[in-house]
DNA sequence: ATTCTACATTATAATAGTTCTAAACTGTTG
DNA sequence: CAACAGTTTAGAACTATTATAATGTAGAAT
């Protein structure tokens, strides 16, 4: 609860109102030197043991949705049964341990760009994603 | 409903009894020149148009599910409401048109090799993907 | 400050994809 | 052919997510 003023100038210069909920999951997100990944499921954990006040389970879904189309949280594509979400929106990829079901960033020194030599008329291209599925050696 | 015994050998000598529903999934899979995507949905409606006899959602999902275990199909990484299969097994990447919901395959030649310069320590990597979403220009 | 209004939150229901269950069925082996 | 393990099946159950509609609230206008 340290100094909020920032994210509610964030939320706000994004159209968005800065509601305590919205506060108080901006905290969680993004109060921490490492970015990290994180599911719904997650995040409600992470909620209820930050406070006492609940937030319910569709807000959980509306700020995530929200947040990710203002460009604060990344969707991961991976098949799963549930969405992976990153707060780490700069450009890199990631390794995924199906082992481990454990989800880690590449950092993006370490993968030469990807050169796609072609392209579809009409489309331009948003975003180039890897993921670098990993097992037990 | 060609020549099965193929099918039938396949299934049995990667241990898959050569039921008729996984015989006539195999036809409807494999026949074809061209290989493609699908999600269980789509597979199901081919299956209704191609035979008579109904094979049950279960089963469907079961049959899928071992084949790709075996190898026969891949499943694609994307963020969807559902899962995509690709009967084409070897080394390739895609396009994903969020527009269109639009699943196609990248000619390998299309694309570098992806040099991952970083491991991580016990772990092996399985695959490398990359997913390329497109949107209208 | 009070009122107004559009935006947010909420509990709950609804939906959709997928998995589970347990009974009936079938391919293979002896 | 008998026996058994693997398979199919319908339907229930489960899980993640989205929709609904009533209540609440931030910010602007008065």
Same mark, same amino acid.
């Given at each position: #609860?340290?100094?909020?003023?920032?994210?509610? $100038?964030?939320?706000?210069?994004?159209? !968005?109102?800065?509601?305590?909920?919205?506060?108080?999951?901006? &905290?969680?997100?993004?109060?921490?030197?490492?970015?990290?990944?994180?599911?719904?499921?997650?995040?409600?954990?992470?909620?209820?043991?930050? +406070?006492?006040? *609940?937030?319910?389970?569709?807000?959980?879904?509306?700020?995530?949705?929200?947040?990710?189309?203002?460009?604060?949280?990344? &969707?991961?594509?991976?098949?799963?049964?549930?969405?992976?979400?990153? +707060?780490?929106?700069?450009?890199?990829?990631?390794?995924? $341990? &199906?082992?481990? *079901?454990? !989800? #880690?960033?590449? $950092?993006?020194?370490?993968? &030469?760009?990807?050169?796609?030599?072609?392209?579809?008329?009409?489309? *331009?291209?948003?975003?180039?994603?890897?993921?670098? *599925?990993?097992?037990?050696?």
């Amino acid at each position: #609860m340290l100094n909020n003023s920032h994210y509610i $100038d964030k939320l706000r210069s994004s159209g !968005l109102r800065p509601t305590k909920q919205r506060i108080k999951i901006c &905290e969680i997100l993004f109060n921490t030197e490492k970015t990290f990944h994180f599911t719904i499921n997650d995040l409600v954990k992470k909620i209820s043991k930050a +406070t006492n006040d *609940k937030i319910s389970l569709a807000t959980v879904y509306n700020t995530v949705h929200a947040f990710k189309k203002k460009g604060y949280l990344k &969707e991961i594509p991976i098949n799963s049964d549930q969405s992976y979400f990153d +707060t780490n929106t700069s450009h890199h990829h990631h390794f995924y $341990d &199906e082992n481990q *079901k454990d !989800l #880690m960033d590449i $950092d993006d020194a370490d993968v &030469e760009p990807v050169k796609i030599n072609t392209r579809i008329p009409g489309k *331009k291209i948003k975003s180039v994603e890897v993921l670098v *599925k990993v097992e037990d050696a």
